[in-house]
């Protein structure tokens, strides 16, 4: 079964090792072995954490000469924005619109407690 490119990258980046990597690489694409320094985790653990990234279209890998940088791909986050830009506009639209309730209801009036709710035969 194959999984939708956004699951992939939103998987990938639920890993906190994962993100690490990725702001790393927003500075500057690097090895393999650069990017395992700061870990406590082998080299092996890090290729897998890159593997896990590669696999979601995150970042790729190249050959220059005897190096083998990372690159984070960019425009991923494309489809990223795109999905949390929609459901913003809509959160905020919502948000508009109750405060254009809260904006036309009066000032003075007293809050009532809420009536109790019947139940059974007598509704």
């Not at 990938?12 to 985790?41: G, H, S």
């Not at 830009?85 to 254009?100: I, K, V």
């Amino acid at each position: 079964m194959t999984t939708d490119p956004l699951s992939s990258i939103f998987s990938a980046l639920a890993d906190p090792t994962r993100r690490d990597i990725v702001a790393r690489l927003a500075v500057a694409d690097a090895t393999v072995n650069e990017l395992a320094q700061p870990y406590e985790v082998t080299v092996q653990a890090v290729s897998k954490h890159l593997r896990v990234l590669e696999n979601a279209g995150l970042v790729s890998r190249s050959r220059e000469a005897q190096r083998r940088p990372v690159h984070l791909e960019a425009e991923v986050f494309d489809l990223m924005t795109k999905w949390i830009e929609r459901y913003r506009r809509q959160a905020e639209e919502r948000y508009r619109r109750l405060d254009d309730v809260l904006r036309a209801m009066p000032d003075d009036v007293e809050p009532r407690p809420p009536r109790p709710r019947q139940t059974g035969a007598g509704r």
